[in-house]
């Protein structure tokens, strides 16, 4: 059984399109978040989530929002898509807690022409 | 908020030989520790984390790191690497509420 799913795999699109990616964890955690990975391999966090609380990086566009149906998913919503969008995005989660490791899903890899 | 150091963007290394990956981190206050690898195409899973208690942690294959809370290190070493030991290696710290990533080591081995 895969922990930390993402869906689609590859998402090709073009400049000004709305698209979603959809996170699931099956592993009980309070916590999911959203990381997004540039050419580079940087890896920078966008948002948390838990029941409570979302963190949102300042730094990120709000043209990028998470919707969190339940407990078990994240799902990333972009609208407006630009060329600077383009990357891989992961999905995590985890127990609330520093202490707890972050499992991380395969990974989205966005291109927008 | 902390930052991580990892020194080393791309290390290359032959077959059989050892490997260190380094890694620093800012602040000397409690933080837990952790490495993951991002084998090509894939999401990022755990090798190693340091918590408390001794400060050499075993891993995953073959992979160990030590903790060095006066340098504020924690450097991660295999004895001797393999072709399948060809990936991102990244250094991570959490304090009570974030996570922080380093900038990635690419540990390229050649046969």
């Known amino acids: 059984d895969t922990a930390v799913s993402q869906t689609p795999k590859y998402l090709v699109t073009q400049m000004g399109n709305d698209k979603s990616i959809k996170c699931e964890q099956n592993l009980g955690h309070d916590t999911m978040y959203w990381y997004k990975q540039d050419s580079k391999k940087f890896l920078k966090i966008m948002f948390s989530?838990?029941?409570?609380?979302?963190?949102i990086n300042e730094t990120v566009p709000n043209r990028f929002s998470p919707k969190s149906p339940d407990k078990a998913h994240l799902n990333l919503h972009i609208n407006s898509l630009e060329l600077g969008d383009s990357a891989v995005y992961f999905c995590?989660?985890?127990?609330?807690?520093?202490?707890?490791?972050?499992?991380f899903g395969p990974g989205t890899r966005l291109t927008v022409l | 908020a902390q930052s991580v150091t990892q020194l080393d963007s791309q290390v290359p290394v032959f077959e059989e030989a050892p490997v260190e990956l380094r890694c620093n981190y800012s602040?000397?206050?409690?933080?837990?520790l952790f490495w993951y690898v991002q084998y090509p195409n894939q999401g990022l899973q755990l090798l190693l984390k340091?918590?408390?208690?001794?400060?050499l942690v075993k891993g995953i294959n073959g992979f160990e790191a030590e903790f060095n809370k006066s340098q504020t290190s924690f450097h991660l070493r295999k004895p001797s690497v393999h072709i399948s030991d060809t990936a991102e290696y990244f250094c991570a710290v959490s304090d009570s509420n974030q996570f922080y990533f380093g900038t990635g080591t690419s540990l390229t081995v050649i046969p």
């Open positions: 340091y918590l408390s208690g001794s400060t």
């Open positions: 989530y838990n029941n409570k609380e979302l963190i």
């Open positions: 995590a989660s985890s127990w609330t807690g520093g202490y707890n490791e972050q499992f």
């Open positions: 602040s000397s206050v409690s933080v837990y």
